[in-house]
């Protein structure tokens, strides 16, 4: 089926299209800012509803804002094949993250309803209202609302930095007021999302297309540590309980622990903040951040023990105290396995390169993962650079995902 | 001549001295706020000028503020022992920095005017305006405008946090404007300054009085790592080049190499920025203080030296780099030896314990100390706490030092 496509006209397409999504919200850094529910966010949407009901698909939002375009299927019993990604950015983002997914489904349906007709089972495109977390502090409020473990009812104190609650927003944007259908969905039968790896493995590997088997599990700590404040001066090596000492012992030991293992587990300490943080005065308190990820909880859980066991040793060394404030604890997320099958099978038949891998960052295919089979399939990131302006795929890659795409949802729906 | 006083009075005299200044600028901290040319510091610096003339001194002040009490000496040609310290404090300081070497020449002179009438040699107390720089962007003020090392030419673009000029300030207080004499001197014999010790040494060895040989000298650097922002899930450890990890190897390793210098050498990193400062992404810049002190600058010299060019080899390791900025290299410098061991004989004939040592800190001594024969001679501080309400030191340590002192004076002047 991918002989049948047009390559070039293809590719003029799929770039014409960044361009066009990127349109709403392009800001003075060169980037796009869509956050939820704001003007540029709204306008995005619009564009993606105008161009779904173009195809002659079914447009319809749910009460928060997803918007989904609706092929119907030939099956009145079928459920339905969910694609897409999100429409929201960060602040200052690029032109890929979460937009291709939306790009690659509309160029995949269009492909599918223009050569092979309705489809058995529904195919629905799915533009997803929030991903990002730019906003509120919260983040997959799409995803999560459409696979119920988002509660409109639960998130009156959310509020942004301008102190805009999420339901004043949400209003204000047209939704959570029951004009729209309850997002939640039991009628899914499987959801694929194309993304770009926001990561240089692919790139650095020389692979085309990226089959997610897991997305990480993460734990993320702020740990303090407890010292006391003396004089730089006068106050003798020997007698010091120095904060700063003891905290860049730990992240040391860490750091080296993380490197050391082969199973693809990375840690990151990248916050600081340090009390007094006077140069001229010893660090009573140092909180600094842990994030630590890996495909297996076992595997967080045991290297947070051991690193944890080791702390405890530095901190009697230097008469500190630690205390660990835990505050996220997600569980990894595999991926359907027929599905990425499915998906491998048509790169081998394609002689496309790709690399069985885990996801390090989050997506909104670990919130549907848990829902209904699930497959997230990545492109590369030149420089594995994201959320910036700089975020760039060659079109030979995207291209190479959007007929991954079609030939899948074909497997798939028809 | 120490067993002619009244221990009980003399003690009664000192915590009311202590008392008495600690009421100008007392805060809401329980601590004492006195900023230069601030109500708090001008009514002070009236008050110790009321108390010189009531002890019948001649009480003049120089054209930045600093107070001087004169006792006339009975050679016309002999030139000033000059003893006090500074009227200035931090934010929310303590009641005996700097206030406590005032307090001590008030009592000494009152003492030796009382028992043994006019000396020799011409006395004066110094109350001196300004050494904290708790105010404004600089140290030394006072002193350093004596011994001609500041210039009033030279600060007019120094300003304070609310954006009042040193000159505006000044002359708000009612100095600068050459109303009174000039502050240069080229008329003392010697300075002695009484200060509470402001680390733990003395207290932790049983001590009563400190004789510093040398105040420390001192480096400063801000050194900054560069390396490389990436997403703390998708960037593999082999592949990172983090400005944190960089930054806690160095400060681990420079700690280490100060504990382990047996020659009082204290290395300092009090103070970090991070950038992008985020817990899920790789730092790409970490700037750290370095304070570095000791009595021989070519220890310090050879410290920074060993300490830097292992920090190449881990930012090689790394892939980061880093950029020195050293802002401070103060020279050590040595107090007098006749002056030293004019105190250290006095208090072994009392069987006073003494410590000779370093000081650690900086003081007005250090200015003084290379205009004229200098001696530093500390009483204990509590707990080693100082820049805080909770400074305190005991009566009977205020007492020793204020007996050293008049001794010394009199072996000076009489």
Redesign the interface.
């Known amino acids: 089926m991918i002989k049948q496509l047009k390559p070039s006209a293809l590719s003029a397409q799929i770039e014409d299209m960044v361009e066009w999504l990127a349109s709403y919200g392009s800001d003075n850094s060169g980037g796009v800012t869509r956050l939820l529910y704001d003007p540029a966010w709204s306008a995005a949407q619009k564009a993606v509803q105008a161009k779904i009901e173009h195809l002659g698909l079914t447009a319809r939002y749910d009460d928060v804002g997803n918007l989904f375009g609706r092929l119907a299927g030939r099956d009145p019993e079928a459920k339905v094949v969910l694609t897409g990604s999100h429409i929201d950015t960060v602040t200052g983002g690029g032109k890929y993250d979460g937009a291709f997914g939306i790009i690659a489904s509309l160029l995949a349906v269009e492909y599918l309803l223009t050569h092979h007709g309705q489809p058995l089972k529904p195919i629905e495109i799915v533009s997803l209202c929030e991903e990002e977390g730019s906003r509120f502090p919260m983040t997959y409020w799409g995803s999560g609302n459409i696979t119920g473990v988002k509660d409109r009812d639960n998130v009156h104190h959310v509020k942004d930095a301008n102190g805009i609650s999420l339901d004043q927003a949400m209003q204000a944007a047209g939704f959570g007021s029951d004009l729209h259908p309850s997002p939640e969905r039991t009628d899914l039968e499987c959801f694929i999302e194309l993304h770009i790896?926001?990561?240089?493995?692919l790139e650095?590997e020389g692979k085309s297309i990226g089959i997610v088997s897991h997305i990480?599990g993460?734990r993320?700590y702020n740990i303090t540590v407890y010292g006391e404040s003396?004089?730089?001066?006068?106050?003798?090596?020997?007698?010091r309980r120095?904060a700063?000492?003891t905290?860049?012992?730990m992240?040391?030991l860490l750091?080296i622990r993380?490197?050391a293992?082969q199973s693809?587990?990375?840690?990151?300490?990248?916050?600081?903040e340090?009390k007094?943080?006077?140069?001229?005065?010893?660090?009573r308190e140092v909180t600094f951040?842990?994030?630590v990820?890996h495909s297996n909880a076992e595997t967080i859980k045991q290297f947070c023990e051991a690193c944890f066991s080791e702390f405890e040793i530095i901190a009697a060394q230097h008469g500190t105290q630690i205390r660990y404030h835990k505050w996220m604890d997600e569980p990894p997320v595999a991926m359907d396995h027929t599905l990425t099958k499915a998906a491998e099978d048509i790169l081998k038949r394609g002689r496309i390169s790709y690399k069985r891998m885990t996801?390090?960052?989050?997506h909104d295919s670990q919130i549907f993962g848990t829902h209904c089979p699930t497959a997230l399939l990545f492109v590369p990131s030149q420089g594995?650079i994201?959320?910036s302006p700089a975020e760039f795929t060659h079109t030979e890659d995207l291209q190479r995902g959007v007929l991954l795409l079609i030939d899948l949802l074909y497997k798939l729906a028809y």
Chains 1, 2 share one sequence.
Do not use: C
Request: no cysteine; charged share 20%; net charge negative.
């Open positions: 790896e926001q990561g240089e493995v650095r990480v993460q993320r003396n004089h730089a001066g006068t106050t003798p090596m020997k007698w120095d700063m000492f905290a860049a012992e992240i040391r750091t993380a490197t293992d693809g587990l990375v840690a990151t300490v990248g916050h600081m340090v007094p943080n006077v140069g001229n005065v010893i660090a951040s842990l994030d990820r996801s390090g960052a989050g594995g994201s959320h």
